[in-house]
């Protein structure tokens, strides 16, 4: 299973991102999926997850501001981030639930004020 996140990049305070995730095979389809994010010094935390049904569930932090979605058809991941806080900078991930063994290299997210 490969996993490729994109999208990520320099943005202000409020301004948007949408990331993407493009996984291998049937993982999309076949799994809820999550993303996830990791900012410096920290540990690797939970943002939000869709179900193989699209039954979605977001962090506190995420919830109003971020939208996951998926499209089985392209084998994409998205999250929608809108409204960022510098709080938001970190390295974002996908993978599924439960997690794979593998995971992709992330892409980073930088939110400056």
Same mark, same amino acid.
């Given at each position: 299973?490969?996993?490729?996140? !994109?999208? %990520? ?8 991102? /949408?990331? !993407?995730?493009?996984?291998? %095979? =049937?993982? @999309?389809?076949?799994?809820?999926? #999550? ?5 410096? %010094? $920290? /540990? ?6 869709? !179900? /193989? !049904? %699209?039954?979605?569930?977001? *962090?506190?932090?995420? $919830?109003? /501001?971020?939208?996951? =979605?998926?499209? *089985? @058809? ?21 993978? #599924?639930?439960? $997690? ?6 992330? *892409?980073?997210?930088?939110? =400056? =004020?």
């Amino acid at each position: 299973v490969q996993l490729v996140e !994109s999208g %990520g990049g320099l943005v202000q305070v409020g301004g948007s991102l /949408r990331l !993407s995730c493009v996984a291998s %095979g =049937s993982t @999309v389809a076949d799994n809820d999926m #999550a993303w996830y994010r990791q900012a410096p %010094g $920290k /540990r690797r935390e939970f943002v939000a997850r869709i !179900s /193989r !049904s %699209g039954y979605t569930y977001y *962090t506190a932090f995420a $919830k109003g /501001r971020f939208t996951i =979605s998926r499209d *089985t @058809v392209e084998k994409t991941l998205c999250l929608q981030m809108n409204t960022l806080k510098p709080e938001d900078t970190a390295v974002y991930y996908c993978n #599924a639930i439960p $997690k794979l063994s593998v995971w992709g290299q992330g *892409t980073q997210v930088t939110v =400056s =004020s």
